[in-house]
Nanobody, 121 residues
Framework: QVQLVESGGGLVQAGGSLDLSCAAS????????MGWYRQAPGQQRELVAL???????NYEDSVKGRFTISRDNAQNIAVLQMNSLKPEDTAVYYC???????????????WGQGTQVTVSS
């Protein structure tokens, strides 16, 4: 019923920038909190940034000042702007969205397929 499609990953050198995009589609009544997570090889998935529907933002400490999360409520799109990238930012980045489906009251968290970000040293 709901799909999240991510795009924008790739290979960049340290100090470079990338923008990741996430679009939610399907039988959506409303999208609430959206977020970006990442998972490096051999490590657990960790939160990178969250943004609520009223545009309150939270960031993991290591990306503060370098990453910016934004959203378009009308189009159900979230964007993660990544600047001053470091090799330790290398990971698969996943988009998440808390969604209320048309005809249902419950809010369910959906996940995108992930997009690879590789930062070379």
């Amino acid at each position: 019923q709901v799909q999240l499609v991510e795009s924008g990953g790739g290979l960049v050198q340290a100090g470079g920038s990338l923008d990741l995009s996430c679009a939610a589609s399907g039988s959506i009544l409303r999208v609430y909190t959206m977020g970006w997570y990442r998972q490096a090889p051999g490590q657990q998935r960790e939160l990178v940034a969250l943004i609520t529907r009223d545009l309150i933002r939270n960031y993991e400490d290591s990306v503060k000042g370098r990453f910016t999360i934004s959203r378009d409520n009308a189009q159900n799109i979230a964007v993660l702007q990544m600047n001053s990238l470091k090799p330790e930012d290398t990971a698969v980045y996943y988009c998440s969205a808390d969604v209320m489906i048309i005809g249902r009251e419950a809010i369910r968290t959906y996940w995108g397929q992930g997009t690879q970000v590789t930062v070379s040293s």
